[in-house]
């Protein structure tokens, strides 16, 4: 709230053990609170005291309404679906002034597939309404981290081991896994989004608000490194035909290694809330820029279409140790921030 609109109450005492507070006759009026209603009272992790009116904590119902009559560009209405998915509403209905075309059903079924919870409830000529049904609660933040983190992992190692091995099909399957990295990561978003609107419902998700944005943020990074295992794939696959000298290999396994521990280390201090060897893993970050400049110096040995993959590799390797970093960065910021 902001300070300047903000109203001083007193604390007042009533039969000599009771605390009172009056409430702001705007917000009674705004919310239609009648004489013996009933108002839910839920303490705070940082000492607040939250007032509400929904006192079963259920989702706040939203609807979002889409007229596709006009929109022929399909990709911009699976952005606007993935908008409001995110943005958390709870219903979505798709309208059209005639005949829905075939290729907005596509698109929607394409938008059910890549999102959670979402399904078609009711389809006529002319409309289709999705629903959430998805329960919240049922997808802890910090479950979803740690499985986004397994997956990342793994694309990261078996891209590797497509590079080594030359294996074309390995990093085909890396590239296809960074789709369930990205419907993840939209989740998390997504419920963020939901606590922001119903703080009630983080104490129901056994969370809180500073949690639920520390989650949001560590979840971009990994998603952010999923896109680098696929640039590693797509350039592994590149250099299937190619000879690769074994120096040269053994350098960029030794980087990726130090790239994934420190990844590793990052998600392992989150979880340990161990805001100690975070900042150990901070300093490691030196040590990784020393060997990916030793790598780009032998790839500039190599042919040039060959140095120019092996240089983008060593790039998202830099980064997957960077964005490793940011992790730890945000988990000294949350738990400093917890500290009384």
Request: with cysteine; proline share 2%.
């Amino acid at each position: 709230m902001n300070n300047d609109n903000m109203e001083i109450r007193r604390v007042q005492m009533t039969g000599g053990s009771s605390y009172i507070v009056t409430l702001p006759k705007e917000w009674i009026k705004s919310v239609n609170i009648k004489k013996n209603d009933p108002l839910g009272l839920l303490m705070q992790s940082d000492g607040n005291l939250l007032i509400t009116t929904k006192m079963t904590q259920d989702k706040v119902q939203r609807t979002k309404e889409f007229n596709v009559s006009d929109i022929t560009d399909q990709t911009y209405l699976l952005r606007r679906l993935v908008g409001a998915y995110i943005s958390g509403y709870n219903s979505i209905k798709i309208k059209s002034s005639k005949r829905m075309p075939p290729a907005t059903r596509a698109i929607v079924r394409k938008f059910t597939q890549t999102t959670i919870g979402q399904e078609v409830v009711e389809e006529t000529d002319t409309t289709i309404t999705l629903k959430d049904l998805l329960n919240p609660a049922e997808m802890p933040l910090d479950k979803t981290i740690k499985r986004m983190h397994i997956i990342v992992k793994s694309m990261h190692e078996d891209a590797m081991r497509a590079l080594e091995e030359s294996n074309r099909k390995l990093s085909e399957d890396v590239i296809s896994r960074d789709n369930d990295v990205d419907r993840l990561h939209w989740l998390v978003a997504r419920q963020n989004n939901i606590i922001l609107q119903n703080v009630s419902l983080a104490e129901k998700m056994g969370t809180t608000i500073e949690m639920s944005s520390t989650c949001f943020l560590i979840s971009r990074i990994i998603e952010r490194i999923g896109d680098h295992a696929v640039r590693i794939s797509q350039n592994a696959r590149a250099l299937a035909d190619d000879k690769l000298n074994k120096e040269i290999i053994e350098h960029i396994h030794s980087a990726s290694n130090l790239s994934l521990d420190i990844f590793n280390k990052s998600i392992g201090a989150f979880f340990r809330r161990d805001i100690k060897a975070a900042n150990e893993n901070i300093e490691n970050v030196k040590k990784l820029e020393a060997k990916c400049k030793e790598i780009n110096t032998l790839a500039l040995k190599q042919e040039g279409a060959t140095a120019v993959s092996l240089g983008y590799i060593v790039e998202s390797i830099r980064r997957v140790g960077e964005y490793g970093e940011d992790i730890s960065e945000n988990v000294i910021n949350h738990l400093v921030g917890e500290e009384t």
